[in-house]
Structure formats: C-alpha cells, structure tokens
C-alpha cells in the first residue's frame, strides 16, 4: 500500500494576472494532484503512518497556519 497526498495552492485567477504587492486581485485556493509520500507501506501499518503524518501536519497548520494545510490518504 502507498501513502498518498496533496496540499492546497494559491492560484491567481485574474485574467489580467494582477498582483499588488504580493496579494492577488483574484486568487482561489486550489487542490493540487495526489501524489506518492510513501510507497510499500504493510498493511499494518498503514494506520499508524497515517495518524502519523496527519498529526505531523497538524503542528505545521498550527505553527506556520491553515496555509500549510495537507491531506492524506492509503492507495493500493
């Protein structure tokens, strides 16, 4: 099994890409592709690694903010 994830990005969506002093004049959140973090994880600990990673990622959101938000999901 694989550990897979994602993270947001912020995506300037203004046809005429303006950007004032670093802020976006339109700018969406965006989900990026799933890609592989882990790969032949065993099916016993798939679990773990995932409460692992989402628990890492949690004091990340909390010290850096939602920005560093990422999800995380088992592939097979």
Known sequence: MNIETRRQ???NTD???RCYNG???KP???WTP???LQVNVPESDIKA???WWRSLN???VGER???ARCEFREQT
């Open 34 to 36: 799933w890609e592989v």
């Open 28 to 30: 969406e959140l965006s």
């Open 49 to 51: 690694r995932l409460a």
């Open 23 to 25: 802020c976006h004049y």
């Open 65 to 67: 903010g939602e920005s």
């Open 58 to 60: 949690n004091y990340a």
């Open 15 to 17: 046809p005429q890409r």
């Open 9 to 11: 990005m912020l995506i």
